[in-house]
């Protein structure tokens, strides 16, 4: 592919929910292009952007992926993402990088979860938008439904720069309202013609409504359309073109991708009115902690910023990359800002889907590939030794279900760990933690289907296989009561024996306050040196668990009294002595069992307040309160025990249609109900 300048240059990410076309867009897009021979589909398993044979089983995107194309001279970067919540950290790596966000949202179902999810993400990070309005030809398609549901949703700024010819079965091509003309589609190909008389007074409506809100914008255009002067269609479009820049505008055109019909007009407009790298503002960066501003500019030092990471069983690790400023090219030597690695790019290409074409240079503002470099992973800057600059990373949604998984063999357990990191670095939405309570290591990410798939790549790519095993809850235990015991150790044998004994008090103090071991031993009844094996006994009888197994926390151990033998005594007597001594007092204090409660925020659509707040009761949970945002939504604030939301995140989904979220923290520990504690126990020991 040829190298272009930034000034021709477009990125664009397709985004919305899942089945609402966006591989399929991309696919007619490419074919416009005449990129591709033909449109491949989803159920064929046959199109550029989903090409993992996990995308082709579910027939739905699960990971990012490139496809850039030629069109009208410029060059661009498209970028299909993932429509499914499970696998929206996706989304908000390629929303960091594009100029232009395509929304595609289907003329059939509307403005669903993820569209609105998504949008909620651009316009935190400033991204210009665009929307397609797929599915025109399908039974139930409705354009003026659903361009109610978007201005209802997403405010006065939607602006209809296309209508539709026909609907559903009859529906044949679309009318542009910036050139008064209509495009009819036959057999793929467009054929320019008047506005049909049907349609005609709603586009002589819509234009002037078109034209009224952008000449507002410009101060110039607005005093000549007030004397008479109809603004040209070329000042109309420039001025467009400067709302949709500034995020300000969103113009909403329409077709169909499986038609193909105004697919070529989408392109049209990308490069028409979407914003260059170089029309967005510059690109705010750290150095030496200080922040400062990157202009793109191809002549200045090159800097590249990593925001997705590939795992490829042939190539290996392959990091693709926005060049922030300057030019790479083949043989660029960059320094890791986070690792202070040396990094030598050999070669970058471009990717097409799954397949990498080698470029000889890519100025500020274009995306590009780079393979086998040495500790880069997404996130990450690449900046000259010299000059260190660190590009803020991209803001992923959280884990929020877990599971617990177990090596099937010893040759998947020698690999397991270094190749969960490879996946990792590849889906940074992943966490791996080893819980030191449990002893269990836990895979976690934003939903069922996101760990399933992960599970399936881990055997897929590195071989590895693994079972899943119920997580287990961490609870804890401790004592209401004060209690107290003579802790004793004696062994008589061949030569020395052993001899110790110690009188512990065990004291409950605050939930939270921790361990804590008091010495009041007087008159050496137990000599100083084995005062801190009795201490070690008593702790590590804690560790190893109270009456029912678990860790014991928040208690006072005083040691006040005992006997020692001036032969026979050692430090492994005393501390055998204090483990004694520590589990007759215990079972004589009340204990009980501890289990830990998180501090959960749940935001739903008003509508599902109540079903929500209900089933937080039924979890055993405490509402602390509750916030309303600016779109009407409620965000509750809770205590739940952690036990009760293990899969919080499919039941949460289930229960609102898909728009509820959380976010979930450990917060505390509090007493488990004593008609629970069978129920926890039968279920830890299964």
């Known amino acids: 592919m040829n190298v272009f300048p930034p000034e021709k240059i477009r990125n664009v990410a397709l985004v919305g929910h899942s089945g609402a076309g966006k591989t399929t867009l991309a696919e007619a897009l490419l074919f416009r292009a005449g990129a591709i021979g033909r449109i491949g589909t989803v159920e064929a398993g046959n199109t550029v952007t989903d090409y993992d044979p996990e995308e082709h089983a579910r027939q739905m995107t699960v990971t990012m992926a490139m496809a850039p194309f030629e069109w009208l001279g410029y060059k661009i970067n498209l970028i299909d993402t993932p429509g499914y919540a499970d696998f929206s950290g996706d989304v908000h790596a390629a929303l960091r990088v594009t100029d232009l966000a395509v929304f595609v949202v289907s003329a059939v179902e509307g403005v669903e979860v993820q569209t609105e999810y998504a949008w909620r993400i651009a316009e935190k990070l400033q991204v210009p938008r665009m929307i397609f309005i797929n599915k025109l030809d399908k039974e139930r398609a409705s354009f003026e439904r659903t361009l109610k549901e978007l201005r209802d949703r997403f405010g006065a700024g939607i602006a209809p720069i296309e209508l539709p ?17 209509a495009y009819v589609y036959d057999s793929g190909s467009a054929e320019v013609v008047d506005i049909p008389q049907e349609i005609a007074d709603k586009e002589h409506e819509v234009h002037d409504n078109l034209v009224e809100g952008i000449v507002v914008a410009d101060d110039d255009l607005l005093e000549g359309y007030l004397e008479g002067t109809i603004p040209s269609v070329q000042e109309l479009e420039a001025t467009m073109a400067l709302g949709i820049a500034n995020a300000t505008v969103f113009p909403v055109v329409c077709g169909s991708a499986t038609g193909p019909i105004a697919v070529d007009r989408l392109a049209d407009f990308i490069v028409e009115i979407g914003p260059s790298p170089q029309d967005r503002p510059p690109a705010r960066v750290l150095a030496g902690g200080e922040e400062i501003e990157i202009t793109k500019d191809p002549d200045q030092e090159p800097l590249a910023f990593v925001f997705k990471t590939l795992a490829d069983a042939y190539v290996g690790q392959i990091s693709l990359m926005k060049v922030m400023s300057g030019t790479l090219k083949p043989e660029t030597h960059l320094t890791n800002g986070r690792s202070g690695q040396d990094e030598r790019l050999a070669k970058i290409a471009t990717m097409f889907g799954k397949e990498t074409t080698l470029v000889s240079a890519a100025p500020a503002g274009d995306i590009i590939a780079a393979a086998k470099l040495l500790d880069t992973k997404t996130g990450d800057t690449l900046a000259p030794k010299n000059a260190p600059v660190t590009v803020p990373g991209i803001d992923r949604p959280q ?19 270094t190749s969960l990191q490879r996946i990792i670095d590849e889906d940074a939405s992943l966490k791996v933690e080893q819980n030191q309570e449990t002893h269990q290591t836990l895979l976690s990410g934003l939903g069922e289907t996101h760990l399933l798939i992960t599970l399936e790549k881990l055997d897929r790519k590195f071989g590895v296989q693994v079972d899943q095993v119920p997580v287990k809850v961490a609870y804890r235990e401790t004592i209401t009561a004060t209690a107290d015991a003579d802790g004793k150790h004696k062994k008589q044998s061949g030569g020395h024996g052993q001899y110790g004994v110690c009188h512990l008090i065990l004291s409950p103090r605050q939930r939270g306050a921790g361990f804590e071991f008091v010495d009041k031993v007087k008159g050496g009844s137990i000599p100083r040196q084995f005062i801190p094996a009795v201490e070690k006994g008593a702790i590590e009888t804690m560790e190893n668990g109270g009456s029912h197994g678990y860790p014991v926390v928040d208690i006072q151990i005083t040691v006040d009294d005992g006997k020692y033998h001036a032969v026979d005594s050692s430090e492994m007597a005393f501390k055998l002595a204090a483990r004694a001594g520590f589990r007759e007092a215990f079972d004589r204090a009340n204990p009980i069992v501890l289990e830990p409660v998180s501090k959960v925020a749940i935001t739903v659509p008003n509508q599902y307040q109540g079903d929500v707040m209900g089933d937080i009761a039924a979890r055993r949970g405490a509402v602390q309160g509750s916030q309303t945002a600016s779109d009407g939504s409620q965000t ?40 629970l504690v069978a129920k926890a126990m039968a279920a830890a020991k299964e």
């Not at 205590?639 to 009760?644: G, K």
């Open 399 to 417: 884990p929020v279900l877990a599971t617990a998984i177990v090596a099937r063999t010893q040759s998947d357990d020698d690999k397991l760990s």
């Open 165 to 181: 010819i026909g609907s559903e079965a009859s529906f044949r091509g679309v009318v542009g309202l910036f050139r008064d003309k």
């Open 636 to 675: 509750i604030e809770a205590d739940i025990p952690s036990s009760e939301i293990l899969r919080y995140a499919i039941d949460l989904r289930s229960l609102t249609n898909g728009w509820g979220r959380f976010t979930a923290e450990l917060d505390h520990y509090q007493e488990l109900p004593s008609h």
